[in-house]
C-alpha cells in the first residue's frame, strides 16, 4: 500500500518538474540571441540595447533649436535657418531623418506634479527642481540597419547639442 502510494506522489512531482525545467529552458534560449540583434527593433551595442534607428538629442538651452527643432523639421525647414549651420541638416539628410518626436511638450512644475500625483508627491525633498524636458527629442531614421552609436556620436559633435545618444531600453529583471 505504501510502495502505490509512494508511486502516485513521486509521478506528478517528476512530471511538474519536468514541465518547469522545460519552461526555464525555453526562457534561457530566448535570452541567447546572437550579438547586436537582440528581437526586431532591438540592437545589442557596447552599452546595452536600444532601440534601432532611433536617437535621442538634447539641444543646449541657449540654442534656438532646443524649442523649435520639432516645427522645423515638420515644415521641412534646414536647422540652418535658426543655426547658420548646416551641419545638423548634412547628417539629417545624410541618413535619412524620417520623423522628430518631442520627449515632453511642456516643463510640469511641482505644482502640477503635485497635483498629478499626491500620493508620490509627498516624497519630494524640499527645494527639489523639476529637470527640464522640453529640448529633448527623438530622432527616428528611416533605416532600421544604421550604426546608431555612431551617429549619436557624430550629432554630438554640433555646438547646438548638449548629448545624443542611442534611445536605451532597460530591462527588469523579477527573481
Do not use: C
Not at 540597419?145 to 529583471?173: C, M, N, R, W
Amino acid at each position: 500500500m505504501l510502495n502505490k502510494l509512494s508511486y502516485f506522489l513521486i509521478i506528478p512531482v517528476f512530471i511538474i518538474s519536468f514541465i518547469l525545467f522545460q519552461s526555464y529552458n525555453v526562457k534561457t534560449q530566448e535570452l541567447e540571441a546572437p550579438p547586436n540583434k537582440i528581437n526586431e527593433g532591438v540592437l545589442l551595442g557596447k552599452h546595452g540595447h536600444f532601440a534601432a534607428g532611433v536617437v535621442i538629442v538634447k539641444f543646449k538651452l541657449s540654442s534656438p533649436l532646443a524649442s523649435h527643432a520639432k516645427q522645423l523639421f515638420d515644415k521641412d525647414q534646414d536647422f540652418q535657418s535658426l543655426t547658420e549651420n548646416a551641419y545638423l541638416d548634412e547628417l539629417n539628410r545624410q541618413y535619412y531623418l524620417k520623423e522628430i518626436i518631442k520627449i515632453q511638450k511642456d516643463n510640469r512644475s511641482i505644482d502640477d506634479i503635485k497635483k498629478k500625483f499626491p500620493k508620490r508627491s509627498q516624497r519630494i525633498p524640499e527645494g527639489a527642481v523639476v529637470p527640464e524636458m522640453g529640448s529633448i527629442y527623438k530622432f527616428i531614421f528611416e533605416a532600421q540597419d544604421i550604426d546608431i552609436e555612431d551617429i549619436s556620436q557624430k550629432y554630438s559633435i554640433d555646438e547646438h547639442v548638449e548629448y545624443a545618444q542611442p534611445d536605451y531600453i532597460g530591462t527588469v529583471l523579477n527573481e
